[in-house]
């Protein structure tokens, strides 16, 4: 039986759904993104991991989001295009979706039940969290937008 996560669909960019139950067997780092954030250098740091451990084991998903401050207003050509061709994003980037509220994406829903963030609460708090996720699809530490990426490396390479 598999885990609860591989249950999920996401949309591309292309507007095509993508099922999780692809990245089966892959340690997970989860992000919602934005392209006009204090934290948005972060890609960098988040293609460094992708380049470091993203071979057969481990996978970067980027969730572009609009609902912190407005910082992400673009479509998504367009943040696709930022993202690749100021961070030479590689890792996938997807459409973009809301974290919080009624039209939240079910993937963050399910995610921020899994892992909550400080004093219990699940909502997100602002762009560039992160949940990491196994191989076996456990979702086991959640990530404040101020961790960067590189700071998780170890966590990565534990359950790698």
């Known amino acids: 039986m598999s885990a609860p996560i591989y249950s999920f ?3 591309t960019v292309e507007k095509r759904y993508k099922s999780l139950a692809d990245y089966q067997g ?3 780092l989860i992000v919602n993104t934005a392209s006009h954030c204090a934290f948005t250098p972060q890609y960098k740091e988040l293609q460094a991991l992708y380049e470091k451990y993203g071979n057969e084991s ?3 998903l980027a969730f572009p989001c609009n609902q912190f401050a407005g910082q992400e207003p673009e479509e998504n ?3 696709v295009s930022f993202c690749q061709l100021t961070y030479q994003v590689t890792f996938p980037v997807f459409a973009k979706i809301d974290v919080n509220g009624n039209n939240a994406l079910p993937l963050f829903a399910y995610l921020k039940t899994q892992q909550k963030g400080v004093l219990g609460t699940e909502a997100i708090k602002w762009n560039f969290t ?3 996720v196994t191989a076996k699809g456990e979702v086991v530490k959640r990530y404040s937008p101020s961790t960067t990426p590189s700071s998780i490396a170890q966590d990565i390479e534990s359950y790698l």
């Open 130 to 132: 992160k949940f990491l």
């Open 58 to 60: 481990f996978e970067v």
């Open 26 to 28: 892959k340690v997970l």
């Open 9 to 11: 669909s996401v949309k």
């Open 77 to 79: 050509a367009e943040i």
